[in-house]
């Protein structure tokens, strides 16, 4: 509870003051991040990572991609997961071949 409302609260004091958002480059990565992708998120890529600092806070906002879903992360410059959102993109279905698409020996004269 106390995790949830300590989040809730920097979130809150972080998107109600002024932030400045800025595109990293990978080698940019601190290795507290690193250690942190690489421990909780090893089935995922980093499809967007961003730096974001106001007065009071400095966090990195990622977005993460796996076969199976997205998920927006913030995490802070220890490395410590502060927020993690599913998005509710979905990606569209991988193409199976059906009777249709597959040619048989029935079809070739």
């Not at 806070?57 to 502060?82: C, M, R």
């Not at 959102?85 to 059906?98: G, L």
Request: charged share 30%.
């Amino acid at each position: 509870m106390k995790k949830t409302v300590f989040s809730f609260v920097l979130f809150f004091l972080f998107t109600a003051t002024y932030a400045i958002t800025n595109q990293v480059n990978e080698e940019e990565i601190p290795e507290a991040i690193n250690k942190t992708l690489e421990e909780k998120f090893s089935n995922y890529y980093v499809v967007d990572f961003q730096l974001i600092k106001n007065k009071t806070v400095t966090l990195y906002q990622l977005e993460l991609e796996s076969p199976e879903n997205v998920l927006e992360v913030l995490i802070d410059l220890k490395g410590n997961v502060i927020k993690k959102e599913e998005k509710t993109e979905t990606k569209p279905p991988e193409k199976t071949e059906t009777e249709n698409d597959v040619e048989t020996d029935n079809d070739v004269e």
